[in-house]
Protein backbone atom coordinates (compact mmCIF):
# COMPACT_ATOMS: atom_id res chain seq x y z
CA UNK A 1 0.00 0.00 0.00
CA UNK A 2 0.95 3.63 -0.54
CA UNK A 3 0.53 5.85 2.18
CA UNK A 4 0.66 9.79 3.05
CA UNK A 5 2.21 10.38 6.00
CA UNK A 6 1.83 14.33 7.69
CA UNK A 7 3.95 14.64 11.12
CA UNK A 8 4.83 17.29 13.17
CA UNK A 9 8.99 17.60 13.16
CA UNK A 10 9.54 16.81 16.46
CA UNK A 11 8.58 13.14 15.55
CA UNK A 12 11.44 13.72 12.89
CA UNK A 13 13.91 10.74 14.14
CA UNK A 14 11.59 8.55 15.26
CA UNK A 15 9.20 8.61 12.43
CA UNK A 16 12.23 8.28 9.64
CA UNK A 17 13.14 4.65 11.69
CA UNK A 18 9.70 3.92 11.61
CA UNK A 19 9.11 4.83 8.01
CA UNK A 20 12.46 3.00 6.68
CA UNK A 21 11.29 -0.41 8.36
CA UNK A 22 7.28 0.02 6.95
CA UNK A 23 6.40 -2.69 4.62
CA UNK A 24 4.35 0.14 2.46
CA UNK A 25 5.50 2.84 0.74
CA UNK A 26 4.91 5.43 2.89
CA UNK A 27 5.51 9.66 1.71
CA UNK A 28 6.29 11.96 4.50
CA UNK A 29 5.79 15.45 4.72
CA UNK A 30 7.36 17.26 8.45
CA UNK A 31 5.46 20.22 9.04
CA UNK A 32 7.02 23.07 11.87
CA UNK A 33 6.68 22.18 15.60
CA UNK A 34 5.78 26.12 15.81
CA UNK A 35 2.39 25.22 14.21
CA UNK A 36 1.22 23.87 17.66
CA UNK A 37 1.89 27.37 19.17
CA UNK A 38 -0.53 29.00 16.68
CA UNK A 39 -3.34 27.75 18.82
CA UNK A 40 -6.09 24.49 17.67
CA UNK A 41 -7.64 26.46 14.93
CA UNK A 42 -4.90 27.67 13.18
CA UNK A 43 -3.09 24.21 12.99
CA UNK A 44 -6.43 22.52 12.17
CA UNK A 45 -6.30 25.11 8.81
CA UNK A 46 -2.60 24.29 8.25
CA UNK A 47 -3.11 20.23 8.22
CA UNK A 48 -5.98 19.89 6.39
CA UNK A 49 -4.49 22.13 3.56
CA UNK A 50 -2.14 19.55 3.68
CA UNK A 51 -4.77 16.82 3.75
CA UNK A 52 -6.52 18.22 0.78
CA UNK A 53 -2.80 18.67 -1.03
CA UNK A 54 -1.91 14.90 -0.69
CA UNK A 55 -1.27 12.53 -3.50
CA UNK A 56 -3.41 9.48 -4.53
CA UNK A 57 -2.47 6.89 -1.88
CA UNK A 58 -4.45 4.56 0.25
CA UNK A 59 -4.60 6.21 3.63
CA UNK A 60 -3.50 10.06 4.96
CA UNK A 61 -1.69 9.02 8.38
CA UNK A 62 -1.40 11.78 11.06
CA UNK A 63 1.55 12.23 12.81
CA UNK A 64 0.33 14.16 15.22
CA UNK A 65 -1.37 13.51 18.45
CA UNK A 66 -5.06 15.83 19.65
CA UNK A 67 -2.23 18.36 20.27
CA UNK A 68 -4.77 20.84 21.88
CA UNK A 69 -7.30 20.07 19.33
CA UNK A 70 -5.06 20.62 16.30
CA UNK A 71 -7.03 17.66 15.11
CA UNK A 72 -10.62 18.97 16.08
CA UNK A 73 -12.31 19.44 12.57
CA UNK A 74 -10.02 17.94 9.91
CA UNK A 75 -11.73 15.88 7.42
CA UNK A 76 -10.92 13.13 4.97
CA UNK A 77 -10.78 13.48 1.27
CA UNK A 78 -10.44 10.81 -0.82
CA UNK A 79 -8.62 8.62 1.46
CA UNK A 80 -9.30 7.30 4.44
CA UNK A 81 -7.51 9.98 7.44
CA UNK A 82 -5.88 7.58 10.43
CA UNK A 83 -4.73 9.11 13.29
CA UNK A 84 -3.26 7.45 16.72
CA UNK A 85 -5.92 8.17 20.13
CA UNK A 86 -3.52 10.25 21.92
CA UNK A 87 -3.30 13.48 23.89
CA UNK A 88 0.14 14.51 22.49
CA UNK A 89 3.44 13.94 21.37
CA UNK A 90 4.92 12.93 25.25
CA UNK A 91 2.39 9.84 24.97
CA UNK A 92 3.26 8.68 21.37
CA UNK A 93 6.96 8.79 22.55
CA UNK A 94 6.26 6.60 25.72
CA UNK A 95 4.44 4.33 23.51
CA UNK A 96 0.74 3.82 24.64
CA UNK A 97 -2.08 6.08 26.92
CA UNK A 98 -1.60 3.97 29.77
CA UNK A 99 2.09 4.47 30.36
CA UNK A 100 1.39 8.20 29.59
CA UNK A 101 -1.85 8.36 32.03
CA UNK A 102 0.34 6.60 34.31
CA UNK A 103 3.29 8.37 34.32
CA UNK A 104 1.23 11.60 34.68
CA UNK A 105 -0.35 11.02 37.33
CA UNK A 106 2.32 9.41 39.44
CA UNK A 107 4.78 12.40 38.23
CA UNK A 108 3.27 15.55 38.98
CA UNK A 109 5.18 18.80 37.56
CA UNK A 110 7.26 17.31 34.94
CA UNK A 111 8.68 18.92 31.99
CA UNK A 112 9.39 16.52 29.17
CA UNK A 113 12.20 16.44 26.50
CA UNK A 114 12.95 14.49 23.53
CA UNK A 115 15.48 14.75 20.26
CA UNK A 116 12.58 16.43 18.62
CA UNK A 117 12.55 18.85 21.66
CA UNK A 118 15.57 19.37 22.00
CA UNK A 119 16.55 20.10 18.33
CA UNK A 120 13.94 20.79 16.44
CA UNK A 121 11.47 24.43 16.12
CA UNK A 122 14.06 26.83 16.95
CA UNK A 123 12.98 30.22 15.90
CA UNK A 124 9.06 29.45 16.47
CA UNK A 125 8.73 32.91 17.13
CA UNK A 126 7.87 34.72 13.40
CA UNK A 127 5.38 31.84 12.98
CA UNK A 128 3.46 32.63 16.14
CA UNK A 129 3.72 36.68 15.41
CA UNK A 130 3.83 37.16 18.85
CA UNK A 131 0.92 34.46 20.33
CA UNK A 132 2.82 32.30 22.00
CA UNK A 133 5.89 34.67 23.65
CA UNK A 134 6.79 31.82 25.87
CA UNK A 135 10.86 31.21 25.14
CA UNK A 136 11.04 34.89 24.15
CA UNK A 137 14.41 36.18 25.98
CA UNK A 138 14.64 38.88 28.18
CA UNK A 139 16.81 40.89 25.67
CA UNK A 140 14.57 40.76 23.17
CA UNK A 141 11.68 41.61 25.69
CA UNK A 142 13.24 44.40 26.68
CA UNK A 143 13.87 45.41 22.94
CA UNK A 144 10.51 45.59 22.37
CA UNK A 145 8.68 47.08 25.38
CA UNK A 146 11.57 48.62 27.43
CA UNK A 147 13.46 48.23 31.13
CA UNK A 148 10.75 47.53 33.31
CA UNK A 149 7.89 46.04 31.31
CA UNK A 150 10.24 43.69 29.23
CA UNK A 151 11.52 42.19 32.78
CA UNK A 152 7.93 42.00 33.88
CA UNK A 153 7.06 40.55 31.32
CA UNK A 154 10.26 38.46 31.23
CA UNK A 155 9.29 37.39 35.21
CA UNK A 156 5.14 36.23 33.75
CA UNK A 157 6.52 34.51 31.41
CA UNK A 158 8.93 32.21 32.88
CA UNK A 159 6.61 32.09 36.38
CA UNK A 160 5.86 28.68 35.25
CA UNK A 161 8.95 27.10 35.69
CA UNK A 162 8.56 27.30 39.30
CA UNK A 163 5.36 25.06 39.44
CA UNK A 164 7.38 22.17 37.43
CA UNK A 165 9.53 19.44 39.21
CA UNK A 166 10.99 17.21 36.89
CA UNK A 167 12.40 17.15 33.73
CA UNK A 168 11.86 13.82 32.07
CA UNK A 169 13.96 12.61 29.13
CA UNK A 170 11.92 10.32 26.78
CA UNK A 171 15.01 8.19 24.86
CA UNK A 172 13.92 6.52 22.03
CA UNK A 173 16.94 3.69 21.79
CA UNK A 174 17.66 5.53 18.08
CA UNK A 175 20.25 8.63 19.59
CA UNK A 176 23.83 8.17 18.02
CA UNK A 177 25.10 9.33 21.38
CA UNK A 178 24.74 10.61 24.91
CA UNK A 179 24.63 14.42 23.37
CA UNK A 180 20.84 14.39 24.26
CA UNK A 181 20.70 13.24 27.00
CA UNK A 182 23.29 15.73 28.28
CA UNK A 183 21.43 18.33 26.80
CA UNK A 184 18.54 17.58 28.93
CA UNK A 185 20.35 17.13 31.89
CA UNK A 186 22.12 20.52 31.33
CA UNK A 187 18.60 22.31 30.79
CA UNK A 188 17.15 20.49 34.34
CA UNK A 189 20.22 21.72 35.90
CA UNK A 190 19.77 25.51 34.45
CA UNK A 191 15.78 25.47 35.86
CA UNK A 192 16.56 23.51 38.86
CA UNK A 193 14.40 20.39 38.68
CA UNK A 194 15.31 16.93 39.19
CA UNK A 195 16.35 15.02 35.90
CA UNK A 196 15.17 12.06 35.03
CA UNK A 197 15.35 9.60 32.23
CA UNK A 198 12.35 7.41 30.43
CA UNK A 199 13.11 4.01 28.14
CA UNK A 200 10.59 5.46 25.20
CA UNK A 201 8.61 3.04 22.86
CA UNK A 202 8.41 3.35 19.17
CA UNK A 203 5.44 0.62 19.00
CA UNK A 204 2.51 3.38 18.48
CA UNK A 205 4.27 5.32 15.69
CA UNK A 206 4.85 1.70 14.17
CA UNK A 207 2.05 0.34 13.86
CA UNK A 208 1.02 3.72 12.43
CA UNK A 209 3.06 3.80 9.33
CA UNK A 210 2.79 0.05 9.47
CA UNK A 211 -0.88 0.09 8.51
CA UNK A 212 -1.87 -1.87 12.34
CA UNK A 213 -4.85 0.25 13.39
CA UNK A 214 -6.60 -1.77 15.94
CA UNK A 215 -9.84 0.14 17.27
CA UNK A 216 -8.59 0.93 20.71
CA UNK A 217 -5.39 2.72 19.47
CA UNK A 218 -6.03 4.43 16.44
CA UNK A 219 -9.06 6.44 14.47
CA UNK A 220 -9.77 5.62 11.13
CA UNK A 221 -11.75 8.71 9.12
CA UNK A 222 -14.03 7.70 5.85
CA UNK A 223 -13.72 9.56 3.10
CA UNK A 224 -15.96 12.35 3.90
CA UNK A 225 -16.06 12.48 7.46
CA UNK A 226 -14.62 14.41 9.98
CA UNK A 227 -12.64 14.37 13.29
CA UNK A 228 -13.50 15.45 16.38
CA UNK A 229 -12.27 15.61 19.81
CA UNK A 230 -14.82 13.63 22.14
CA UNK A 231 -13.51 14.83 25.12
CA UNK A 232 -13.55 11.04 26.58
CA UNK A 233 -11.49 8.35 27.01
CA UNK A 234 -11.43 7.79 23.25
CA UNK A 235 -9.64 10.77 22.77
CA UNK A 236 -10.85 11.10 18.89
CA UNK A 237 -14.14 10.33 17.28
CA UNK A 238 -15.99 10.76 14.08
CA UNK A 239 -18.45 13.51 13.75
CA UNK A 240 -21.89 12.05 13.38
CA UNK A 241 -23.57 12.42 9.89
CA UNK A 242 -20.34 13.46 8.45
CA UNK A 243 -19.58 9.44 6.87
CA UNK B 1 -14.94 66.88 36.50
CA UNK B 2 -11.02 67.58 35.09
CA UNK B 3 -10.02 65.84 32.08
CA UNK B 4 -8.10 62.46 33.01
CA UNK B 5 -7.73 61.23 29.64
CA UNK B 6 -4.11 60.74 31.02
CA UNK B 7 -4.82 57.56 32.62
CA UNK B 8 -6.93 56.12 30.04
CA UNK B 9 -4.21 56.32 27.51
CA UNK B 10 -1.62 55.04 30.08
CA UNK B 11 -3.67 52.02 30.49
CA UNK B 12 -4.14 51.33 26.89
CA UNK B 13 -0.58 51.90 26.36
CA UNK B 14 0.58 49.88 28.95
CA UNK B 15 2.52 52.32 31.23
CA UNK B 16 2.11 51.44 34.88
CA UNK B 17 3.92 53.72 36.17
CA UNK B 18 1.98 56.85 34.51
CA UNK B 19 -1.68 55.01 35.32
CA UNK B 20 -0.55 54.65 39.12
CA UNK B 21 0.49 57.99 39.20
CA UNK B 22 -2.03 59.45 37.43
CA UNK B 23 -4.62 58.46 40.09
CA UNK B 24 -2.93 59.58 42.74
CA UNK B 25 -3.18 62.93 41.24
CA UNK B 26 -7.37 62.78 40.83
CA UNK B 27 -7.32 61.63 44.26
CA UNK B 28 -6.01 64.70 45.39
CA UNK B 29 -7.46 66.74 43.42
CA UNK B 30 -10.29 65.29 45.18
CA UNK B 31 -12.21 63.17 42.22
CA UNK B 32 -14.26 60.62 43.18
CA UNK B 33 -13.34 56.75 42.49
CA UNK B 34 -16.58 55.65 40.58
CA UNK B 35 -17.05 58.20 37.99
CA UNK B 36 -13.20 57.43 36.97
CA UNK B 37 -13.16 54.37 36.86
CA UNK B 38 -16.43 54.33 34.45
CA UNK B 39 -15.27 57.04 32.44
CA UNK B 40 -11.63 56.42 31.82
CA UNK B 41 -10.14 52.72 33.15
CA UNK B 42 -13.23 50.90 31.87
CA UNK B 43 -13.48 52.34 28.42
CA UNK B 44 -9.57 51.85 28.09
CA UNK B 45 -9.67 48.32 29.38
CA UNK B 46 -12.50 48.11 26.72
CA UNK B 47 -10.59 49.87 24.05
CA UNK B 48 -7.48 47.09 24.60
CA UNK B 49 -9.93 44.49 24.67
CA UNK B 50 -10.65 45.28 20.90
CA UNK B 51 -7.63 45.90 20.05
CA UNK B 52 -7.03 42.11 21.09
CA UNK B 53 -9.71 40.72 19.28
CA UNK B 54 -8.27 42.42 15.88
CA UNK B 55 -4.90 41.46 16.42
CA UNK B 56 -3.13 44.50 17.03
CA UNK B 57 -2.55 43.53 20.86
CA UNK B 58 -1.18 40.15 22.02
CA UNK B 59 -0.65 38.57 25.52
CA UNK B 60 1.80 40.81 26.20
CA UNK B 61 0.46 44.38 26.06
CA UNK B 62 -2.93 42.55 27.64
CA UNK B 63 -0.85 41.85 30.26
CA UNK B 64 0.86 45.02 30.53
CA UNK B 65 -2.96 47.04 30.00
CA UNK B 66 -3.67 44.63 32.99
CA UNK B 67 -0.93 45.68 35.15
CA UNK B 68 -1.22 49.41 34.44
CA UNK B 69 -5.21 48.82 35.21
CA UNK B 70 -4.24 47.40 38.26
CA UNK B 71 -2.00 50.13 39.31
CA UNK B 72 -4.80 52.86 38.81
CA UNK B 73 -6.91 50.75 40.37
CA UNK B 74 -5.05 50.33 43.89
CA UNK B 75 -5.23 53.74 45.22
CA UNK B 76 -8.71 54.03 44.17
CA UNK B 77 -9.96 50.73 46.09
CA UNK B 78 -10.18 51.84 49.92
CA UNK B 79 -12.20 55.23 47.93
CA UNK B 80 -14.66 52.77 46.45
CA UNK B 81 -15.27 50.56 50.09
CA UNK B 82 -15.27 53.82 51.91
CA UNK B 83 -18.24 54.72 49.20
CA UNK B 84 -20.37 51.55 49.76
CA UNK B 85 -19.68 50.65 45.89
CA UNK B 86 -19.68 47.04 45.71
CA UNK B 87 -17.44 45.20 43.15
CA UNK B 88 -19.31 43.56 39.96
CA UNK B 89 -19.26 40.13 41.29
CA UNK B 90 -16.93 37.37 43.73
CA UNK B 91 -14.81 35.07 41.09
CA UNK B 92 -12.68 32.02 41.84
CA UNK B 93 -10.35 31.24 39.61
CA UNK B 94 -7.70 28.20 39.14
CA UNK B 95 -5.67 26.19 37.18
CA UNK B 96 -7.43 22.83 37.30
CA UNK B 97 -5.71 19.64 38.84
CA UNK B 98 -3.11 18.24 37.23
CA UNK B 99 -2.01 21.28 34.88
CA UNK B 100 0.39 23.77 35.77
CA UNK B 101 -0.43 26.18 33.12
CA UNK B 102 -0.85 29.34 34.52
CA UNK B 103 -0.44 32.48 31.80
CA UNK B 104 -4.09 32.36 30.15
CA UNK B 105 -5.53 31.51 34.50
CA UNK B 106 -3.97 34.78 35.41
CA UNK B 107 -4.05 37.29 32.12
CA UNK B 108 -7.85 36.70 32.56
CA UNK B 109 -7.51 37.40 36.61
CA UNK B 110 -6.35 40.37 35.74
CA UNK B 111 -8.91 41.51 33.64
CA UNK B 112 -11.82 40.42 35.27
CA UNK B 113 -9.68 42.66 38.51
CA UNK B 114 -9.62 45.11 35.94
CA UNK B 115 -12.97 44.86 34.72
CA UNK B 116 -14.19 45.44 38.58
CA UNK B 117 -14.38 42.10 39.98
CA UNK B 118 -12.94 41.16 43.34
CA UNK B 119 -10.94 38.28 42.88
CA UNK B 120 -9.47 34.87 44.42
CA UNK B 121 -6.85 33.02 42.35
CA UNK B 122 -5.98 29.90 43.99
CA UNK B 123 -3.06 29.39 41.48
CA UNK B 124 -2.46 26.44 39.11
CA UNK B 125 -2.66 22.60 39.74
CA UNK B 126 -5.80 23.42 42.11
CA UNK B 127 -7.69 20.61 43.77
CA UNK B 128 -11.29 20.73 43.54
CA UNK B 129 -11.64 20.69 47.15
CA UNK B 130 -9.49 23.75 47.05
CA UNK B 131 -12.18 25.14 45.27
CA UNK B 132 -15.05 24.04 47.07
CA UNK B 133 -13.47 25.50 50.71
CA UNK B 134 -12.55 28.79 48.53
CA UNK B 135 -16.46 29.38 47.26
CA UNK B 136 -17.82 28.40 51.16
CA UNK B 137 -15.11 31.08 52.82
CA UNK B 138 -15.55 33.84 50.49
CA UNK B 139 -18.52 33.49 49.19
CA UNK B 140 -17.89 34.24 45.69
CA UNK B 141 -20.41 34.17 42.89
CA UNK B 142 -18.21 32.95 39.71
CA UNK B 143 -16.28 29.50 39.59
CA UNK B 144 -13.66 30.60 36.99
CA UNK B 145 -11.56 27.20 35.84
CA UNK B 146 -8.91 26.74 33.31
CA UNK B 147 -7.03 23.77 31.71
CA UNK B 148 -4.67 24.24 28.89
CA UNK B 149 -3.91 20.63 27.43
CA UNK B 150 -6.84 17.90 26.95
CA UNK B 151 -5.13 15.53 28.92
CA UNK B 152 -6.01 17.77 31.79
CA UNK B 153 -9.64 18.85 30.29
CA UNK B 154 -11.18 15.95 32.31
CA UNK B 155 -10.03 17.87 35.74
CA UNK B 156 -12.69 19.97 34.81
CA UNK B 157 -15.48 17.90 34.48
CA UNK B 158 -14.45 15.95 37.96
CA UNK B 159 -14.12 19.78 39.53
CA UNK B 160 -17.66 20.60 38.56
CA UNK B 161 -18.77 17.00 40.17
CA UNK B 162 -17.12 17.82 43.30
CA UNK B 163 -19.05 21.48 43.95
CA UNK B 164 -22.37 19.24 43.47
CA UNK B 165 -21.18 16.65 45.15
CA UNK B 166 -20.15 18.94 48.21
CA UNK B 167 -23.52 21.43 47.71
CA UNK B 168 -22.24 24.39 46.26
CA UNK B 169 -22.86 23.76 42.76
CA UNK B 170 -26.12 25.86 43.20
CA UNK B 171 -24.74 28.96 44.67
CA UNK B 172 -22.01 29.25 41.92
CA UNK B 173 -22.14 29.60 38.34
CA UNK B 174 -19.44 27.86 36.74
CA UNK B 175 -17.29 29.38 33.73
CA UNK B 176 -14.77 27.54 31.82
CA UNK B 177 -11.68 28.03 29.50
CA UNK B 178 -7.96 27.60 28.14
CA UNK B 179 -6.85 26.49 24.46
CA UNK B 180 -8.31 23.19 23.94
CA UNK B 181 -11.88 24.11 25.59
CA UNK B 182 -14.69 24.59 23.43
CA UNK B 183 -18.31 25.73 23.78
CA UNK B 184 -19.19 21.93 22.86
CA UNK B 185 -16.85 20.87 25.91
CA UNK B 186 -18.75 23.21 28.17
CA UNK B 187 -22.29 22.20 27.38
CA UNK B 188 -20.87 18.34 27.97
CA UNK B 189 -19.38 18.98 31.50
CA UNK B 190 -22.38 21.31 32.49
CA UNK B 191 -20.68 24.52 32.73
CA UNK B 192 -23.07 28.09 32.74
CA UNK B 193 -20.64 29.56 30.11
CA UNK B 194 -17.72 28.91 27.95
CA UNK B 195 -15.21 32.04 27.10
CA UNK B 196 -12.50 31.49 23.80
CA UNK B 197 -10.34 34.44 25.22
CA UNK B 198 -9.36 36.10 27.89
CA UNK B 199 -11.30 39.62 27.02
CA UNK B 200 -14.17 37.98 26.40
CA UNK B 201 -13.90 36.19 29.99
CA UNK B 202 -14.68 39.58 31.73
CA UNK B 203 -18.08 40.07 29.21
CA UNK B 204 -19.01 36.36 30.12
CA UNK B 205 -18.89 36.83 33.36
CA UNK B 206 -20.83 39.96 33.51
CA UNK B 207 -23.53 38.27 31.60
CA UNK B 208 -23.65 35.40 34.38
CA UNK B 209 -23.40 38.07 37.10
CA UNK B 210 -26.46 39.87 34.97
CA UNK B 211 -28.53 36.69 34.91
CA UNK B 212 -28.33 36.15 38.95
Known sequence: MRFQLISCEVLFREMCDAVARSPHQVDVQFLSKGLHDLGGKAMRLELQKRIDGAGPCDAVLMGYALCGNGLHGLTARNAPLVAPRAHDCIALLMGSRESYAQYFEENPGTYFRSTGWLERGKGLQQLSMGKNPVGTTLSELIERYGEENGRYLFDEFTRYQQHYRQLTYIESGLEPDASFERQARGEAEEKGWAFSKLRGSLHWLRQLVNGDWPEADFLVVPPGGTMVASFDERIIRIEENTA | ?212
Not at chain 2, 102 to 107: E, P, R, Y
Open chain 2, 1 to 212: MADWDRLRQAIIGGDAKTAGAVAHEAIAAGEEALPLIQKYMVPAMDEVGRLYECEEYFVPELLLSARAMKAALDPLRPLLAASGAKPAGKVVIGTVKGDLHDIGKNLVASLLEGGGFEVIDLGADVAPQKFIDAVETTGANIVALSALLTVTMPSIKTTIEALKAAGVRDRVKVMVGGAPVTQQFADQVGADAYSESATSAVTAARRLVAAG
